[in-house]
């Protein structure tokens, strides 16, 4: 990780300054960006590095003894460099690029799967957004194992002796996330690795609602494998990262056949090629590639310990102001929490409140958030969700509050 000394002091003004998307108007209303859980904008500096790849340096990568595609391999292969920093993972085959946080947890049900036999067990979470459960289940149909998930309390906190209860010889992962993306609970990653561990799992971290919120160490965290997508991170959409440890990568099957993945191919037998590349078939999203470097670059930056406290404050601020109004609930109210606010409105839909809210330039997110399970359990159809980044500020708090006001007297 880059040292302190590098960074900017944090200044809110100066950050918004450096994305475009925040400074336009919606139904002639300032925007308001508050569902940076869904995705981020983007700084200047990713979108001239998309405009300059496409406009200069575009080719393919890995192939070419031509100028262009030896520039492009390099600064693809930087970016992967930046990122191993990031996370501080030990080796740079140790990160591969993947289309996000749903096609890395794809990889490892598939290929991590294929190690598991009848019986063995994979444990979730309650709190798993659809891209964590689902391709679990279906691994656990094809392959016979069964799915157990760990349940939360009423705070949308994990239940650490129900964790323990589960956890046997037949525990071969747990999958659970780092953030939830719809309660903003951060779980104890480290404390449910160690456990894993004990009894001779793996664990994989979800860490989409993680990355962008929070200083990452995969070494630290003790975790298998970590996952993430590149534009929640204030990158592009279609990039992502799978980080996992070498050993393990290793001994697991190739994901997908084609291209680049290969080290020698006849009609008789094919041979794989070293880490990371065995499980990156066909020309990559090269431009993805090359700006989430960029964000990342961005990202070290930035004073994360101050954008963590303002963003912290962003959202206790808006949840104190929230709780004044009448008949209001809000989900999810663990004693670790990032910087989202769920609520829901008693006698009101939320859709109509994110309509409403919508029309007076605020972008929130209505609706189950890609958590059913968890909606089930709260026994409600879904929330609004008002999720923040290091741009967003108080004075868009109190515009938002008061939007908010004036839309539930429209609707009640
Ligand atoms: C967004 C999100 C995902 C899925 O990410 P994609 O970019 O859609 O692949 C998974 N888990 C969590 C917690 C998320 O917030």
Known sequence: MMTEGQKKPFNVREIRDEFPALRQQIYGKNLIYFDNGATSQKPQV????????????????????????????????????????????????????????????????SSFGELLSTGDEIIISAMEHHSNIVPWQMLCERKNLKLRVIPINKKGEIIMEEYEKLLSSKTKLVAVTHISNTLGTVNPIKEMAQKAHAVGSRILVDGAQSIQHLPIDVLELECDFFVFSGHKVFGPTGIGVLYGKEDLLDRMPP??????????????????????????????????????????????????????????????????????????????????????????????????????????????????????????????????????????????????????????????
């Open 255 to 412: 994901y997908q056949g084609g291209g680049d993945m290969i080290a020698k191919v006849t009609f008789e037998k094919t041979t794989y090629n070293d880490l990371p590349f065995k499980f990156e078939a066909g020309t990559p999203h090269i431009a993805g590639g090359i700006c989430l470097g960029e964000a990342v670059r961005y990202l070290s930056s930035i004073d994360m310990q101050a954008a963590m406290k303002h963003e912290k404050d962003l959202a206790d601020y808006a949840q104190h102001l929230l709780d004044t109004f009448e008949g209001m609930q809000i989900i999810g109210e663990a004693k670790q929490k990032t910087s989202v606010v769920s609520f829901v409105m008693e006698g009101i839909h939320p859709f109509d409140i994110g309509t409403l809210l919508d029309k007076q330039g605020i972008a929130v997110r209505t609706g189950h958030h890609c958590t059913q399970p968890l909606m089930d359990f709260f026994n409600i159809p879904g929330t609004v969700r008002a999720s923040f980044a290091f741009y967003n500020t108080r004075q868009e708090v109190e515009y938002f509050i008061e939007a908010f006001e004036k839309s539930i007297n429209m609707l009640k």
């Open 46 to 109: 990713v979108l001239d590095a998309i405009n300059r790849y496409y406009s200069k340096d575009n080719a393919n990568i890995h192939r070419g003894v031509h100028h262009l595609s030896q520039k492009a391999t390099t600064e693809y292969e930087e970016s992967r460099k930046l990122i191993q920093q990031y996370i501080n993972a030990r080796k740079l085959d140790e990160v591969i690029f993947t289309k996000g946080t749903t096609d890395g947890i794809n990889l490892v049900a």
